[in-house]
């Protein structure tokens, strides 16, 4: 007696256009996952530490800012705190581009766009926490 | 032409019909729970503090260029739309903050069995709220009232 004819078995849940496109995981971004959520541990205490510094600031004038900001201290953390809001603020901005924009040309000019005014600013920042530390050394 | 996609989409009906296999419902079907509340939250708080960064380099280039300058950036942070966003970053910073330890803990692998999602996204909320009321209240204490 002859088996019945088996139905035909779906083993790669994926479309054949899709493979041909070279659609899927492109086999990496494992180390983008993991600095964002390195920089995110990072901004745990950063973060905290600067509120409550802007708090303890609150009606400062320039001289008692520049003054605080001068504090070898202060400054390298200020350094460590854009450091770490940028590079994580850029990598979380690439990924809801990357999760929302399905136009190619697009995304890629907007995560480019993104990652040259986060460098810019940054180093803004930094260029400014340095005016300050030196300024007063 | 049809989708080559459109094969895997073929299946059979419990009384043999071939049917298209139905995909699962998406936003507009689903009653929000308040995890995917929180969920989108992150994002919208993530990109919000993102903008928030250009009022951080200001304040601190404001500070090193001298008073002047530094004094127009206090001018804007106590005008109404100053502190409005004043207002927002403290909510969102903290929102963040709590949701973003909780993606931490996801990803160690903790807090994912069912019981204790909404209880602890409820905490998340909450404890948004406290911080921030902190956070003012505590400003409001430091200029004396």
């Known amino acids: 007696m002859p088996s019945p004819a088996k139905p035909a078995q779906i083993r790669v849940m994926r479309s054949q256009l899709g493979r041909a496109r070279g659609a899927g995981s492109a086999r990496s971004g494992a180390d983008h996952w993991l600095a964002e959520r390195i920089s995110a541990a990072a901004l745990i205490p950063l973060t905290i530490w600067f509120v409550f510094a802007l708090i303890s600031l609150l009606g400062a004038d320039q001289p008692q800012v520049a003054a605080w900001a001068a504090h070898p201290l202060n400054a390298a953390l200020l350094l460590a705190l854009i450091a770490a809001t940028f590079h994580h603020a850029q990598m979380g901005l690439q990924v809801v581009l990357e999760d929302y924009s399905h136009n190619h040309g697009f995304r890629t000019a907007a995560v480019l766009a993104i990652k040259a005014a986060a460098w810019l600013l940054a180093i803004l920042a930094a260029l400014s926490v340095a005016k300050l530390y030196l300024t007063a050394h | 032409m ?144």
Not at chain 2, 43 to 66: E, K, M, N
Request: avoid cysteine.
């Open chain 2, 2 to 145: 049809t989708d080559v996609r459109d094969a895997l989409f073929v299946a059979k009906a419990s009384d043999g019909r071939l049917i298209r296999r139905p995909v699962s419902p998406h936003l507009s079907i689903y009653r929000w729970p308040v995890t995917m509340l929180t969920s989108i939250l992150n994002r919208a708080t993530g990109i919000f503090l993102s903008v928030g960064t250009l009022l951080l380099v200001w304040w601190l280039a404001a500070a090193a260029a001298g008073p002047a300058p530094f004094a127009r950036v206090q001018e804007f942070l106590i005008s109404p739309l100053g502190l409005l966003l004043l207002l927002g970053w403290t909510a969102s910073l903290s929102f963040h903050l709590l949701a973003g330890i909780r993606h931490l803990a996801w990803d160690l692998g903790y807090g994912f069995a069912k019981p204790g999602l909404n209880p602890v996204t409820w905490i998340v909320l909450a404890g948004t709220a406290l911080a921030t009321a902190a956070v003012w209240i505590a400003a409001y204490a430091r200029l004396g009232g």
